[in-house]
């Protein structure tokens, strides 16, 4: 069974741009979460999807927003980058709400210059 | 104030050796479960172990323990017979129950084997 992939997996922005990640998660995943792990902050939770309809959403500005597709295949938008956006974002899906073991992809690095 | 606290940011251990790598945590919520993870250099976060609340024996996986002390709230993750392949950072993570089923996660500790 094939694993979490992400696309892109390294980015380059500039500050203003916006960026969209993609994540395609295990096949009958219906749960997907995306984080972002930055050497400052660690490793923060930005959104959790599951059936299209996003369940959680962690602190971040608004500027961070995502969706999910009737395939489970989700995208998460970064509008106007700022620097501190610069970051590893890691996607990851479990099969539904209740199953503890989330499968994380291989993430992708986005640097804002 | 921290959810999950690791105390060992780097450590260095002899291959072959067993290794515990600490983990603390803080909850107020009866139903939770805990998580350890490795993220080698490439990026990717490869579950190890889970731990529930409610469980009563320690959670084990292969060459992984989980050392958990509820009234102590800790859950060190313990490595027999380490590997060079083990050098990796390593996170602790805790999920609480209720509605939200987010990871919190620890700094983690970065582990370095030696031949």
């Known amino acids: 069974k094939a694993g979490v992939t992400q696309t892109p997996r390294y980015l380059i922005k500039t500050r203003g741009q916006q960026v969209t990640l993609s994540c395609s998660p295990i096949?009958?995943?219906?749960?997907v979460s995306w984080y972002q792990q930055t050497p400052g902050q660690g490793l923060q939770f930005l959104f959790e999807?599951?059936?299209?309809?996003?369940?959680n959403k962690g602190n971040f500005p608004g500027r961070f927003s995502g969706r999910q597709f009737s395939n489970s295949r989700s995208e998460m938008n970064v509008s106007t980058l700022e620097l501190g956006d610069s970051a590893l974002y890691l996607c990851?899906?479990?099969?539904?709400?209740?199953?503890?073991?989330?499968?994380f992809g291989p993430g992708t690095r986005l640097t804002v210059t | 104030a921290q959810k999950i606290t690791q105390t060992q940011p780097g450590m260095f251990v002899q291959e072959k050796e067993a290794v515990t790598l600490d983990c603390t945590y803080d909850?107020?919520?009866?139903?939770?479960?805990l998580f350890w993870y490795k993220q080698p250099s490439s990026g990717e976060m490869i579950f190890l172990i889970y731990?529930?609340?409610?469980d009563q024996q320690n959670a084990t996986e292969g060459r992984y323990s989980l050392n958990f002390q509820k009234a102590r709230k800790s859950a060190n993750l313990v490595i027999s017979a380490s590997q060079l392949g083990d050098s990796a950072m390593y996170f602790c993570?805790?999920?609480?129950?209720?509605?939200?089923?987010?990871?919190?996660w620890g700094a983690g500790t970065k582990l370095i084997i030696k031949p």
């Open positions: 993570a805790m999920r609480e129950g209720g509605s939200n089923y987010q990871l919190i």
């Open positions: 990851a899906s479990q099969l539904s709400v209740l199953s503890y073991e989330q499968y």
């Open positions: 096949s009958g995943h219906r749960s």
């Open positions: 731990q529930g609340s409610y």
């Open positions: 909850t107020s919520d009866p139903s939770y479960g």
């Open positions: 999807y599951f059936s299209e309809t996003q369940r």
